[in-house]
């Protein structure tokens, strides 16, 4: 869980009160570079005068596949972990709620069904999973690169798509196209070998990957964001230190909402790096084409939402699912999920 020594007096020497082990999000993305490591590695020191401290690994790296975290962190195995809410769903399907792919078309859209989905997840975590809900963190919107030209949504019917997850592979069904769902390492590869035509991903991320190099098209609709979350075994909540509890209980929520304004900003950077706008700072300068949706590729999408992904979701997942979208996103969404036939 973590690891303690006596204070030996010198403040320039003596070892943290608590190391903590930490778990934290993707290894590529700037989230975690940028906020998440700095926070854990560096800041934790500096907030508590140096009495606490902890050592931090990507999940992508941490030697567990992504869709057994959960448990992991259930058993406390992993103390401190950060799983994405679509592998968590492999053991919880309800838990891909709100960021069914085509449900928010902004991040207003996306903190709006957060706030209302958050004390379900929180509640369900608790009492089933012995979880600590410590914060819900967002990727970049996840837009779609193309290799060949397309002016509407429409145009993905016909092309392979890579997307990441089984409602992504969903919308892409419902406007015609072919689901490829392959990690994100094997984009590109799958680019160049003709297996794919586009690719759900991250503006941004994209970006540092190259896709602008091999794709000309950039359709600016996102089509899932990328939740995550970042929790305890509630066992070791309890045990760590009182001092460093009530730190971590103020300090989360402000690293929280820092990830949020880092994500919406990274949204729009990619948007500029990937069409080579003189704004883009980051990342590498393409020179793609953006296409912004038009109001019948918005109404296009609400109806592939209500029509295939929430109704294939609730088949998939059951009447829990129905029940649970019921209870906490249907008076923000204005949709009511039917139980399944």
């Given at each position: 869980?973590?690891?303690?020594?006596?204070?030996?007096?010198n403040?320039?020497t003596?070892r943290?009160?608590?190391t903590l082990r930490?778990?934290g999000?993707l290894a590529?993305a700037?989230r975690?570079?940028?906020?998440e490591?700095p926070?854990?590695t560096v800041?934790l020191?500096?907030l508590?005068?140096?009495?606490f401290?902890a050592?931090?690994?990507?999940f992508d790296?941490?030697?567990v596949p992504?869709q057994?975290?959960?448990?992991?962190i259930?058993?406390?195995?992993i103390p401190?972990g950060t799983t994405?809410?679509?592998q968590m769903?492999?053991?919880?399907?309800?838990?891909n709620?709100?960021?069914l792919?085509?449900?928010?078309?902004?991040?207003?859209?996306?903190?709006?069904a957060?706030?209302s989905?958050r004390?379900?997840?929180?509640r369900s975590?608790?009492?089933?999973?012995?979880?600590q809900?410590?914060?819900?963190?967002t990727?970049?919107?996840?837009?779609?690169?193309?290799?060949?030209p397309?002016?509407?949504?429409?145009d993905?019917?016909?092309r392979r798509?890579?997307?990441?997850s089984a409602?992504?592979?969903?919308?892409i069904r419902?406007?015609?196209?072919t689901?490829?769902i392959?990690?994100y390492a094997?984009i590109?590869?799958?680019?160049?070998?003709?297996n794919?035509?586009?690719?759900?991903t991250?503006a941004?991320?994209?970006?540092a990957?190259?896709l602008?190099?091999?794709?000309?098209q950039?359709y600016n609709?996102p089509?899932?964001?990328?939740?995550?979350?970042?929790?305890?075994n509630?066992?070791?909540?309890?045990?760590i230190?009182?001092e460093?509890?009530?730190?971590?209980?103020r300090?989360?929520?402000?690293?929280?909402?820092?990830?949020?304004s880092?994500?919406e900003?990274d949204t729009v950077?990619?948007?500029a790096?990937?069409t080579?706008?003189?704004?883009?700072d980051t990342?590498?300068?393409?020179a793609?084409?953006?296409?912004?949706?038009?109001?019948?590729?918005d109404?296009?999408r609400?109806?592939?939402l209500?029509?295939?992904v929430l109704?294939?979701?609730?088949?998939?997942?059951?009447?829990?699912c129905?029940?649970?979208?019921?209870?906490t996103?249907?008076g923000a969404?204005?949709?009511d999920?039917?139980?399944?036939?």
């Amino acid at each position: 869980m973590a690891n303690a020594a006596p204070d030996e007096g010198n403040k320039a020497t003596a070892r943290p009160l608590q190391t903590l082990r930490i778990v934290g999000g993707l290894a590529g993305a700037g989230r975690y570079s940028q906020l998440e490591r700095p926070f854990w590695t560096v800041e934790l020191a500096q907030l508590s005068g140096g009495k606490f401290a902890a050592d931090m690994v990507p999940f992508d790296r941490a030697g567990v596949p992504g869709q057994d975290l959960l448990r992991m962190i259930q058993l406390g195995v992993i103390p401190f972990g950060t799983t994405l809410l679509s592998q968590m769903a492999s053991e919880a399907p309800e838990f891909n709620a709100p960021d069914l792919a085509g449900l928010n078309p902004n991040i207003a859209s996306l903190r709006k069904a957060v706030a209302s989905f958050r004390p379900y997840l929180e509640r369900s975590l608790r009492d089933n999973y012995n979880i600590q809900l410590l914060g819900i963190y967002t990727y970049p919107a996840q837009v779609i690169f193309c290799k060949k030209p397309l002016s509407r949504l429409a145009d993905i019917a016909g092309r392979r798509v890579r997307v990441s997850s089984a409602t992504g592979a969903d919308f892409i069904r419902g406007l015609g196209g072919t689901p490829v769902i392959t990690e994100y390492a094997e984009i590109i590869r799958n680019m160049n070998s003709g297996n794919t035509e586009c690719a759900v991903t991250a503006a941004k991320s994209g970006n540092a990957l190259g896709l602008h190099e091999v794709t000309t098209q950039l359709y600016n609709m996102p089509v899932t964001w990328g939740l995550s979350v970042f929790a305890a075994n509630q066992n070791t909540w309890r045990a760590i230190h009182p001092e460093l509890r009530a730190l971590l209980e103020r300090e989360l929520p402000k690293l929280e909402q820092r990830i949020w304004s880092a994500s919406e900003r990274d949204t729009v950077e990619g948007i500029a790096c990937n069409t080579g706008s003189q704004s883009c700072d980051t990342g590498k300068k393409g020179a793609m084409a953006a296409v912004n949706p038009t109001a019948i590729d918005d109404r296009r999408r609400q109806e592939i939402l209500r029509a295939t992904v929430l109704k294939n979701w609730v088949q998939r997942c059951g009447d829990k699912c129905a029940s649970v979208w019921n209870e906490t996103l249907k008076g923000a969404t204005r949709i009511d999920a039917a139980a399944p036939n």
